[in-house]
Every structure is written in structure tokens, then in C-alpha cells.
């Protein structure tokens, strides 16, 4: 799983979809694993949100820039954890010039808890799976 979490913080940019009876797909940022949970945030209005309270099944994939692919499955788990809401807030500019602060009511938090990875690439080696 180090191998999956060294991937996620070095292409931080991820695809990630949901669905609400068709499928989703939007650009997201991974923030950081902690205690084997994969840690993204959303704002409470947006689909998204609404769309993982619905059906928590998501997947998401991201691309290094040598096109080695990481595709993993799970479910998002809505944790409101406000220590992790603050590190992410501390950390991440970007995220703080849309929510302000941690205390945002917008500002929400979820997290990847179980589920599979795949990582592949296109020289025909064979691709790694991993479950957590």
C-alpha cells in the first residue's frame, strides 16, 4: 500500500467518479494518506457530496507524467474529522482561498478506507494490484 500512497503524493491530481444513475467524473486533489485512509475534501453543496451520501462507490486514476496509471475502488467514508479538515486547511493553500477555514460549514471532508488498487503501465510489464 506505501507503493499506492508514494504514487498518490507525487500526482496529487486524481479523475474521480461517482455516479447518480449516469457516471461522473471530475478532477480532484488527493491530499494525504493518514493510518492507511486516503484523505480527499469537497464542499457540502456541491454534487459530489450529494452524489457520495447517495452511493458511497467511487474510483479514481490518476497518470504520471512517464504514464505509469493508478486506478484504485473503494468507498468514500463522510468523516467530518475536524483535525484532518485542519491540516488540510494549514496545507493547502488552495483549498484554503475556497473555504476560508476549518470551521467553514461548506468545508467537508471524506476519506478512502478499503479498497483495491491497480497500478499498470504500458510496457508490458505485469500490473500490480493491491488491497487495502
Not at 453543496?45 to 475502488?73: G, I, Y
Not at 493553500?93 to 478499503?114: C, K, M, N, Q, W
Amino acid at each position: 500500500m506505501q507503493k499506492v500512497i508514494d504514487f498518490l503524493s507525487a500526482n496529487t491530481t486524481v479523475f474521480l467518479a461517482t455516479s447518480d444513475g449516469s457516471a461522473r467524473v471530475r478532477p480532484f486533489q488527493f491530499q494525504f494518506a493518514e493510518d492507511g485512509r486516503l484523505w480527499f475534501c469537497t464542499g457540502r453543496s456541491k454534487q459530489t457530496f450529494a452524489q457520495l451520501q447517495a452511493d458511497p462507490r467511487l474510483e479514481f486514476s490518476c497518470v504520471s507524467p512517464n504514464m505509469v496509471t493508478l486506478r484504485v475502488k473503494g468507498e468514500a467514508n463522510l468523516d467530518d474529522n475536524m483535525q484532518i479538515k485542519k491540516r488540510i486547511i494549514e496545507n493547502n493553500s488552495l483549498v484554503r482561498s475556497i473555504y476560508g477555514s476549518a470551521e467553514s460549514p461548506e468545508f467537508t471532508v471524506f476519506s478512502v478506507d478499503h479498497g483495491t488498487a491497480y497500478m499498470f503501465d504500458f510496457t508490458g510489464n505485469i500490473p500490480e494490484s493491491f488491497t487495502f
